[in-house]
């Protein structure tokens, strides 16, 4: 079966009170909801983790090899900053589909460059929750088109 693993980097737990201008009303239980139900439209499931340390998001990644098909990830903050976790997307055999809920592009210039996206499969940003949804699908239909 196909299992896909929805990881979320710092602060995301605090979706639905953390500016909701930006970020919207919706929560982390249903950005992992949509993927959950996602999944499950294609046969497949999705197990969620979340962590606001950039080690255990390394590690995350590094153990999802030969566990998860594929990795939808919102490194949040960690976008911009992160070596570390675009060497451990690099080093596995995973495909990760970035995620962003609010669009980078139209914020500050420092969220406008991502240090992940030249190794990820791909990357949907600003369109809110949804955004998760769209991600579980490129990957589901990708394995199917490999079937």
Do not use: W
Not at 78 to 107: K, W
């Amino acid at each position: 079966m196909t299992r896909l693993l929805v990881l979320n980097g710092p602060n995301l737990n605090l979706l639905g009170k953390r500016e909701p201008g930006i970020y919207g009303q919706g929560t982390l239980k249903d950005a992992v909801d949509l993927v959950k139900e996602t999944a499950e439209e294609h046969e497949a499931e999705a197990d969620a983790y979340q962590s606001n340390h950039e080690g255990d998001l390394v590690d995350a990644i590094q153990q999802a090899e030969g566990k998860y098909d594929g990795i939808i990830f919102n490194p949040a903050a960690y976008t911009h900053t992160s070596i570390a976790l675009r060497d451990a997307i690099s080093a596995v055999d995973v495909p990760v589909v970035e995620v962003h809920i609010s669009n980078v592009h139209q914020r500050e210039s420092f969220r406008q460059h991502s240090m992940l996206a030249p190794v990820c499969k791909g990357q949907v940003v600003g369109l809110g929750l949804i955004g998760y949804r769209l991600a579980a699908l490129a990957l589901l239909e990708s394995f199917e088109g490999r079937r």
